[in-house]
């Protein structure tokens, strides 16, 4: 005899176990989540998060000396030269990512950190030099920090044994003045000194860049994550580590009033530091704010996937795509991630 659909279901689907246990409750025939999985296609048709090139900020680091090193604990990301930089920039261009971030690496360090701020310095030779090389292809927004340019490694000046902020903070702005002279698409201070938006904004103002934006490392973690930028950078702190200016990890209203206190003070953009560890932070100022937020996949989250890919462990690909999308998921429209050149030439992003 003819059985009805449901019928027959009902006598041979293994879900039907459960039904002789608590009906009602196990089995929703109405609504099936898997109808939805069943072919790619459907699945793409259905997809709430898509990570795109257009979302990759690639980060770089350029080397005042005259040759390239890969850095041992980032396999694939190099201290450039600049005329090795100039040719790896014109990749990333033609890959059609939008923006580059910069990072110094100078020949010389002092107390002061003033090759951050030289207009000859490293990162303003290297804007120009890109600028007219690519032109207007590629965004490159200058990391501004003075950590690279110290001789101990700290983000400001010493006085009285700690890091003095508003001796630092006008400094910073002299930087983000060269880097805008040079050229630069964008000003991305890393510093975590208070008050420091304000007084960039101010002075970008006064020497002509109304227009230049400001994407501020706003909720900035003292974090282990940053382990290999350290040796990329040579910016280990020789005394002491960052707790005093950079955020202690368990604190998550602390990361909306710095947040609060940037936007106030002129920023364009946010951005949350490092990425995973810190996805509810990203998700509590996407429901909080309507500014573009950018997150920071950072050198120690990269090193980890590198690492247990060339282990045979886990599948890069899938990984880093994964990873990517968490970060838009949680409310990110910009991705600081040292994997964008590998996701788009790969096909990990779309
Ligand atoms: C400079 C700066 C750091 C990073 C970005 N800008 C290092 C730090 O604060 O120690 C970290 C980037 C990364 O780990 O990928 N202040």
């Not at 080397?63 to 014109?90: H, N, Q």
């Not at 710095?258 to 002129?266: K, N, P, T, V």
Request: glycine letters at 8%; a negative charge.
């Amino acid at each position: 005899m003819a059985q009805s659909p449901r019928k027959f279901h009902s006598q041979h689907s293994i879900l039907n176990t459960s039904l002789t246990l608590t009906p009602m409750i196990y089995i929703n025939r109405t609504q099936r989540p898997r109808r939805l999985r069943e072919s790619p296609l459907l699945r793409k048709m259905v997809r709430e998060t898509r990570v795109t090139k257009d979302n990759l900020l690639y980060p770089m680091f350029v080397s005042e000396s005259g040759s390239s090193t890969e850095i041992s604990s980032m396999p694939g990301i190099f201290r450039y030269s600049l005329d090795d930089l100039k040719r790896e920039v014109t990749k990333v261009a033609g890959l059609g990512i939008p923006a580059i971030m910069l990072f110094g690496i100078p020949n010389e360090k002092d107390e002061v950190g003033s090759g951050g701020y030289d207009t000859e310095g490293i990162i303003p030779r290297a804007i120009r030099a890109l600028k007219a090389e690519i032109g207007d292809s590629v965004l490159i927004v200058p990391d501004v920090c003075l950590c690279e340019y110290t001789s101990h490694g700290h983000c400001g000046v010493i006085s009285n044994g700690t890091v003095d902020n508003d001796e630092t903070v006008p400094l910073l702005a002299r930087a983000a003045v060269a880097y805008a002279e040079a050229g630069a698409d964008m000003i991305a201070p890393s510093d975590m000194m208070d008050g420091r938006i304000g007084v960039i904004r101010e002075e970008l103002d006064a020497a002509g860049f109304p227009y230049t934006p400001i994407m501020a490392y706003s909720a900035k973690y003292s974090s282990g994550f940053y382990g290999p930028f350290r040796e990329a950078a040579g910016s280990t702190p020789q005394f002491g580590d960052r707790k005093a200016y950079q955020m202690d990890p368990p604190n998550a209203r602390e990361a909306l009033k710095e947040m609060d206190l940037d936007l106030a003070e002129g920023a364009d953009i946010l951005m949350v530091k490092p990425g995973l560890a810190y996805l509810d932070i990203l998700r509590a100022a996407r429901e909080r704010y309507d500014v573009p937020l950018a997150i920071y996949n950072v050198s120690g989250e990269y090193s980890m996937v590198k690492a247990a890919a060339q282990n045979g462990w886990i599948d890069e690909g899938r990984v880093v795509s994964e990873t990517l999308t968490a970060f838009k998921r949680a409310g990110a429209d910009i991705i600081l991630t040292y994997h964008a050149v590998d996701a788009v030439r790969e096909g990990w992003v779309e």
